[in-house]
């Protein structure tokens, strides 16, 4: 224990530590509080460190100088001050990578987030007569045409829309679903779990694989308020399957007179088909195939910021909004500027395609990411020259819950460091300047082509050479 004591006792204090460089450097730019904090937390993971030694030996490597000491208080301030919301590059190759933000705005809607931001709007004012108007005017038109729906509403999320619709049409009654659909989507939505908050009883009905008409027929009672579909986002189930399809649920509500509402999770306004990606329902045919209400996202394949979208009958819609809790889900100003600036976008599909940043990687020609790769590639192994660079084909996912089993081809560059381990670059990458989130396979590093956005290729370029020629 002794041996402990004589390195206990020879513990800087705060303010000798407050005095060495590596603290007095960045002391302009970070609050006092925060330095005396973090000084005061570094000699704490020292003594830690102290305490928790089982020898001399083990302490004699320890270094108890003041400079050192401060160093690690520095590195404690700076990461917690300088640790907010920041832009980092994705090279995962997953499209709608929720952790990264999912959708990146485009340029008219980022605009748009400025002008709005910067100074007084029209918000709730109606130009033409100088009366109070809704806020939402400005884009249910626009929703309206695209997708043809009758009226429409938007929230803050889709989670929001799917509670907003069931509280409102399905408060103290039940709400039949397939035991197929029920979905949990990443960061806590569960449909039995929004379907308990919202006050409507969940009745399943069928088996994981198979459902039938009559499963739905005989759960029907007079406790009965909907009958709900909800996309599979993440999630496939094959082999031996069976699912009532939309317009056999749709005739089925229609002979009880019950209404069915779907949530379609991420909600697509065109087909992509003709670009290799699968099939989906768009919202228009689900609307054209005689769904009540349709609740979608905004920023999962729409490419537009985080918003819950309803659109559906007239009547409906208008209880949604009656709803109390519509004015505590409702969406902000800058939300409302970015999906308005989308949408308008989406008027015109072939500029939609390459104006809208997750359409334009989505349907990427494989011939300009292979060139894109190249470039990138050559750079790199230009400017570092330890490790071993290569260039291979693979996959991009598309991600956010949407489109499980599509494989976009796509152009990687691997890289195989040299001096450090794997796990060492991909920490120094996530400290980058700005950070670099990568890929790991096979013991090398790949950086994915299709999610690295036009204009980012020198920022890749310097964030890798820092990494791999930083001594540590
Ligand atoms: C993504 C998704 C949700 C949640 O949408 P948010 O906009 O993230 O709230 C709900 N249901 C389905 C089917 C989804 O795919």
């Not at 960045?26 to 330095?35: G, Q, S």
């Not at 009559?214 to 094959?238: G, P």
């Not at 889900?329 to 939300?335: G, H, I, P």
């Not at 990411?369 to 693979?394: F, Q």
């Amino acid at each position: 224990m002794d041996f402990k004591n004589s390195f206990l006792r020879a513990l800087p204090a705060v303010d000798r530590i407050l005095q060495e460089e590596p603290l007095k450097k960045i002391a302009e730019r970070i609050p006092y509080k925060l330095l005396l904090e973090a000084s005061q937390e570094s000699i704490d993971f020292f003594r830690e460190k102290i305490i928790a030694s089982s020898s001399r030996e083990e302490l004699s490597n320890l270094s108890m100088d003041p400079g050192v000491i401060a160093a690690e208080a520095a590195e404690r301030a700076k990461s917690r001050f300088f640790s907010g919301l920041r832009p980092v590059i994705n090279a995962t190759g997953t499209i709608l990578h929720t952790n990264l933000g999912r959708a990146p705005l485009a340029d008219q809607a980022v605009r748009a987030v400025t002008s709005t931001a910067e100074c007084y709007s029209n918000l709730e004012l109606s130009l033409e007569n100088g009366r109070r108007d809704s806020r939402l005017a400005h884009v249910e038109g626009l929703i309206c045409t695209l997708t043809g729906a009758e009226a429409s509403l938007v929230v803050n999320n889709n989670a929001a829309a799917v509670f907003l619709v069931l509280n409102t049409l399905a408060e103290g009654r039940e709400v039949i679903v397939s035991r197929g659909q029920l979905v949990e989507i990443g960061g806590g939505f569960r449909v039995p779990d929004v379907m308990k908050a919202s006050g409507a009883t969940l009745v399943e009905v069928g088996t994981t694989n198979k459902c039938y008409r009559h499963d739905y027929e005989r759960a029907i009672s007079d406790r009965t308020a909907l009958l709900m579909k909800v996309h599979t986002s993440n999630y496939r189930i094959v082999g031996f399957t069976e699912e009532v399809s939309r317009q056999e649920l749709v005739s089925l509500g229609r002979q009880v007179g019950l209404p069915v509402i779907e949530d379609l999770g991420s909600g697509a306004f065109y087909d992509l088909t003709a670009y290799g990606l699968p099939s989906e329902p768009t919202v228009q045919e689900c609307l054209a195939e005689g769904i009540a209400a349709v609740t979608f996202s905004g920023d999962k394949i729409l490419g537009g910021p985080q918003a819950g979208i309803i659109v559906g009958e007239k009547d409906l819609i208008r209880r949604f909004r009656d709803n109390q809790l519509s004015r505590a889900l409702r969406v902000d100003k800058l939300t409302l500027a970015a999906l308005e600036a989308t949408l308008r976008l989406y008027h015109d599909p072939e500029k939609a395609r390459y104006e809208i940043p997750v359409l334009r990687m989505l349907t990427a020609d494989t011939r300009d990411l292979k060139a894109r790769a190249r470039r990138l590639w050559r750079h790199l192994k230009n400017r570092i020259e330890t490790g071993d660079w290569e260039i291979k084909e693979g996959v991009s996912y598309v991600g956010g819950g949407a489109m499980p089993l599509a494989e976009l081809p796509t152009y990687l560059i691997s890289y195989r460091p040299e001096d450090i381990s794997l796990e060492e670059l991909m920490r120094r990458l996530r400290r980058g300047n700005p950070p670099l989130i990568a890929r790991v396979q096979q013991e090398r590093l790949f950086l994915d082509i299709r999610t690295i956005l036009p204009g980012q290729e020198k920022e890749v370029v310097t964030t890798m050479m820092n990494a791999i020629n930083t001594e540590e």
